[in-house]
Nanobody, 120 residues
Framework: QVQLVESGGGLVQPGGSLRLSCAAS????????MSWYRQAPGKERELVAR????????NYADSMKGRFTISRDNAKNTVYLQKNSLKPEDTAVYSC?????????????WGQGTQVTVSS
């Protein structure tokens, strides 16, 4: 069955760094666009970063650009989110998304999320 399992969240001080991982199984990972989203209490879920199936193109929300980096390793079926210079406002549940909406397809999978708390 399809699974997306996030890891790497936790408590970090402002200015610190974290690397989140999302391990995928049950589908052809290399065919999917992978994304990270986040949601803080009282706020809408927002896109953090996205990477194409080949890993050749990435995009970021403006507020994350320059601090966060998305990458993928198709051999390991894993997507990463490197997060630097963390701020308290980065506190949220971060979720992994896999999507394949190419012609004739409509697949969309989500992980359970991992909590990131930025606090002194």
């Amino acid at each position: 069955q399809v699974q997306l399992v996030e890891s790497g969240g936790g408590l970090v001080q402002p200015g610190g760094s974290l690397r989140l991982s999302c391990a995928a199984s049950g589908f052809t990972f290399s065919n999917y666009v992978m994304s990270w989203y986040r949601q803080a209490p009282g706020k809408e879920r927002e896109l953090v970063a996205r990477i194409t199936a080949t890993g050749r193109t990435t995009n970021y929300a403006d507020s994350m650009k320059g601090r966060f980096t998305i990458s993928r390793d198709n051999a390991k079926n894993t997507v990463y989110l490197q997060k630097n210079s963390l701020k308290p406002e980065d506190t949220a549940v971060y979720s992994c998304n896999a999507r394949d909406r190419s012609y004739g397809k409509d697949y969309d999978y989500w992980g359970q999320g991992t909590q990131v708390t930025v606090s002194s």
